[in-house]
């Protein structure tokens, strides 16, 4: 289930804030590639990696007419607990324009959860949503909404994922992210859960991050599957990251 978002969540705020330059230096076109590594894959704030660490990765280009395109992956253990055959990695492709309007940063776009190889699912995990977010100031708002099966759910196209985080940037390279979102599986309300987290992130200079978020839900006793442990429980996650 991508990742969130906390690279989403600042691309709009860095664009927000950087509206004013842009007005006298041509925005340019940007080819970046990251990796890293989490105690804990969290989306949505259920773990996709049964609480254990995930390696991860991805590439972004971003075209200076504010289109932009990329992938990212991330091992993980759900599909498999699910009852799958196989299938222990997520891929994420996406796409959008990214633009503002009267003072508010926007990103629409499209999002493919591509879960390789997973057989043996009555219904196919893999899903595709569209969403709309703005970010005003430190406030970001993201709407997703889903249009096909969510996640492996039966008869669960219209879903969606409303969220709300803020980007308060604590100087000395440090940023804070609170956030708090709520998940809704059409025809599958046993599965719908509000989710909540607060991130503290570092720069660390040389394209190197490090993160440490505390995370819960109040999501049902089901969302633990193959009987391996509750998904949505508190937790703390730290991961690194590296940008080139």
Same mark, same amino acid.
């Given at each position: 289930?991508?990742?969130?978002?906390? !690279?989403?969540?600042?691309?709009?705020? !860095?664009?927000?804030?950087?509206?004013?330059?842009?007005?006298?230096?041509?925005?340019?076109?940007?080819? !970046?590639?990251?990796? *890293?590594?989490?105690?804990?894959?969290?989306?949505?704030? @259920? !773990?996709?990696?049964?609480?254990?660490?995930?390696?991860?990765?991805?590439?972004?280009?971003?075209?200076?007419?504010?289109?932009?395109?990329?992938?990212?992956?991330?091992?993980?253990?759900?599909? &498999?607990?699910? %009852?799958?055959?196989? /299938?222990?990695?997520?891929?994420?492709?996406? *796409?959008?324009? &990214?633009?503002?309007?009267?003072?508010?940063?926007?990103?629409? %776009?499209?999002?493919?959860?591509?879960?390789? /190889?997973?057989?043996?699912?009555?219904?196919?995990?893999?899903?595709?949503?569209?969403?709309?977010?703005?970010?005003? *100031?430190?406030?970001?708002?993201?709407?997703?909404?889903?249009?096909?099966?969510?996640?492996?759910?039966?008869?669960?196209?219209?879903?969606?994922?409303?969220?709300?985080?803020?980007?308060?940037?604590?100087?000395?390279?440090?940023?804070?992210?609170?956030? @708090?979102?709520?998940?809704? @599986?059409?025809?599958?309300?046993?599965?719908?859960?509000?989710?909540?987290?607060?991130?503290?992130?570092?720069?660390? *200079?040389?394209?190197?991050?490090?993160?440490?978020?505390?995370?819960?839900?109040?999501?049902?006793?089901?969302?633990?599957?193959?009987?391996?442990?509750?998904?949505? &429980?508190?937790?703390?996650?730290?991961?690194?990251?590296?940008?080139?």
């Amino acid at each position: 289930m991508k990742k969130p978002n906390l !690279s989403i969540l600042l691309a709009g705020a !860095s664009l927000l804030a950087s509206s004013g330059a842009m007005a006298q230096a041509a925005p340019e076109s940007s080819l !970046s590639y990251n990796a *890293g590594v989490v105690t804990d894959y969290r989306y949505r704030g @259920i !773990s996709q990696s049964r609480l254990k660490p995930a390696v991860q990765a991805g590439v972004d280009y971003a075209d200076k007419s504010g289109f932009y395109v990329g992938a990212w992956g991330s091992t993980i253990k759900w599909i &498999k607990d699910s %009852g799958a055959t196989d /299938g222990s990695f997520e891929l994420d492709l996406y *796409g959008g324009y &990214k633009g503002s309007a009267g003072g508010v940063a926007y990103d629409l %776009g499209v999002l493919r959860y591509q879960y390789v /190889g997973n057989k043996g699912l009555a219904v196919n995990a893999n899903t595709t949503e569209i969403y709309a977010a703005g970010t005003l *100031g430190m406030f970001t708002l993201k709407y997703s909404h889903a249009l096909t099966n969510t996640f492996a759910n039966a008869n669960s196209k219209g879903s969606s994922y409303i969220d709300l985080s803020a980007n308060v940037d604590l100087g000395n390279g440090f940023t804070l992210t609170p956030h @708090i979102g709520r998940q809704v @599986i059409k025809n599958g309300a046993i599965y719908n859960y509000t989710d909540y987290s607060l991130t503290l992130a570092k720069d660390l *200079g040389k394209g190197l991050s490090a993160s440490l978020m505390a995370v819960g839900t109040n999501a049902s006793a089901d969302y633990n599957f193959g009987g391996k442990g509750y998904l949505g &429980k508190d937790a703390l996650v730290a991961g690194i990251k590296y940008t080139f």
